[in-house]
């Protein structure tokens, strides 16, 4: 059974101090001077299609990836968060707009910021790169809700406004 959350509890550990320091680099890495967080991402040929170019959905997979990583280094573990809490995370809105096509072998960077968030929702802008020549190919903006059990708008927990709140004053230029 897992326990209401209050505006006091304590985010879930995440176990990232377990692991060894290469296992930990997976989360990519939070700029606290800038609150951008960065995850580099590979492409692989099961996100290609035939020509070769990355299909269109898989930009949310990798937007997706980013921002739980990105939780992750902040100690939000999703995993505990529902587990323990009986809450989580689910899109309420995402808008893409394609710049440029991701080929298969290209590194890509998706740097995540957080812009806005209210009591239950946080709203991320994520921008997705060429990690060798800086180009943009993704930008991604996303809503996400805030969740209970039953899937009803739930108050995000003080411990993660309060891990998000330090980033609000620092964001990318677009």
Not at 108 to 134: H, K, M, P
């Amino acid at each position: 059974m897992s326990e209401t959350p209050t505006p006091e509890t304590p985010l879930p550990e995440t176990r990232l101090a377990e692991l060894p320091d290469e296992a930990r680099g997976l989360s990519g890495r939070l700029d606290p001077e800038t609150g951008v967080h960065r995850l580099w991402l590979r492409i692989y040929y099961e996100d290609t299609d035939a020509a070769g170019i990355v299909y269109h959905a898989g930009y949310l997979r990798y937007a997706e990836r980013a921002r739980t990583e990105m939780l992750r280094l902040l100690g939000v573990g999703q995993g505990a968060l529902r587990d323990r809490h009986g809450i989580g995370f689910a899109v309420r809105s995402a808008e893409l707009d394609f710049r440029a096509p991701a080929r298969l072998d290209d590194l890509l960077e998706v740097r995540s910021y957080c812009r806005s968030f209210s009591r239950v929702q946080f709203q991320v802008t994520q921008r997705i790169l060429n990690a060798f020549d800086g180009r943009e190919l993704v930008r991604v903006g996303v809503r996400v809700a805030c969740i209970d059990a039953a899937t009803r708008p739930a108050r995000l927990p003080r411990a993660i406004a309060d891990a998000l709140r330090p980033l609000m004053h620092l964001q990318e230029q677009d």
